[in-house]
């Protein structure tokens, strides 16, 4: 097979750098000040990132459901546009807040720090933010949270990793979710955890079937909750 032709630019002539290092860095900052206000109220907060579809609103309510009465738990539910997530999470009897974005695709830490004014944080003890549906920049705009949690689903097919290496490097827990779907995609599950810990060797990885709460009660070990 003969290789393409293959273009990358240094980072400083990437058009948007500069602004961006400013951006990064008062996120950093704000993504600091929010750590801060949950360890002063004992609130674990947990950042749960993925594509649309990958299956985060559903972990997360079954986490809720097996968590609830163990925790004081809520939820701050990242999208652009819809209430469909905080909704969900609604109807489990804890706390939700949906954060719209509108154009970003990713949250940041100062609409955490927003939402979290919503919250009494005096009475949690768990925090899940579900972040916006995308897989690059949510890399780059820590949120203060404790853990990082990455979901993929075998439904996204087999590069989903290899594409993506950055966010997977980032994250203390890897959910392959979907995988009884997996054959009926030719996806190999063992492989993409293999490329999980290949960019990332501390990452937890975990199989799940997230609809019928297969797998969840060892995710949730994983995140020692
Ligand atoms: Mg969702
Ligand atoms: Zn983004």
């Known amino acids: ?55 985060k609103t559903t ?38 807040i ?26 949690l003890d768990l925090l899940f933010i579900e972040n916006v549906g995308n897989l690059i920049c949510p890399a780059e705009f820590p949120l203060g949270a404790h853990k990082r949690v990455v979901v993929v689903s075998v439904t996204e097919g087999p590069y989903m990793v290899v594409k993506h290496p950055m966010i997977f490097a980032e994250a203390d827990v890897v959910v392959i979710n979907k995988v009884d779907l997996a054959q009926a995609m030719g996806v190999d599950v063992d492989k993409l955890a293999e490329d999980c810990l290949r960019v990332n060797p501390r990452a937890k990885v975990m199989k799940t079937i997230a609809r019928e709460g297969v797998g969840v009660d060892e995710l949730a070990k994983a995140l020692e909750l």
């Open 98 to 123: 949906q954060v719209n974005t509108g154009k970003e695709c990713h949250l940041d830490a100062n609409l955490v720090k927003k939402a979290l004014g919503r919250l009494d944080l005096s009475k």
């Open 59 to 96: 972990i997360i309510e079954e986490l809720v459901k097996r968590l609830k009465t163990k925790y004081s738990i809520a939820v701050i539910s990242g999208d652009v546009a819809t209430s469909i997530d905080a909704k969900r999470i609604l109807q489990h009897g804890v706390e939700a």
């Open 1 to 55: 097979m003969s290789e393409p032709e293959v273009v990358t630019v240094p980072e400083e002539e990437i058009l948007d750098v500069e602004v961006e290092k400013d951006v990064l860095e008062a996120n950093r900052k704000l993504a600091e000040e929010v750590r801060k206000a949950l360890d002063a109220h004992g609130v674990k907060a947990i950042d749960v990132m993925g594509s649309i579809g990958s299956g």
